[in-house]
């Protein structure tokens, strides 16, 4: 027959070590950031015009899918002032200050310069990602996604 003082404190170490431990899982708190290339498939074609596939490329993140929701405010927003995206070429980015959470990253070449650095949206011949890709950031963490741009606002 077991012991029941052993018993009580056996059950007395359980309890106070989930009162230290049980339940105080880490909350996430702080940013995170999204990093890596933009780069424009091959297939895309940059035409004959020499400022074709080069320009600024707008890198955020949205909370939707921007397929469904084009018309998303940045959640976090990151500018390539000059890519060359001809021949194989890309750009590295970094978004820093993500909050944690489940975010869509979207991007564009604004081939003729007329996006709104304050409202990003893509225009007819800017070059977009598809599909648009989903990442997880960490509080704290760096996660790492290429983009590549593959299609032509039509």
Known sequence: ???PRKSRWASAAVLLGCAVGCGSAQVEQGPGSATGTVSAAGGIGCGADPDDCVGIVYVYVVEENPLLNPAQRPVALAVIESADLRGGGSAPYSIPEVPPGDWWPAAFLDDDA???RMAPTPDVG???????PQITI???HATSRDIVLSLRMP
């Not at 800017?126 to 648009?132: E, Q, S, V």
């Open 114 to 116: 007329n996006a709104s």
């Open 126 to 132: 800017d070059l977009l990602p598809y599909p648009f």
């Open 138 to 140: 960490r509080s704290g």
């Open 1 to 3: 027959m077991p012991d």
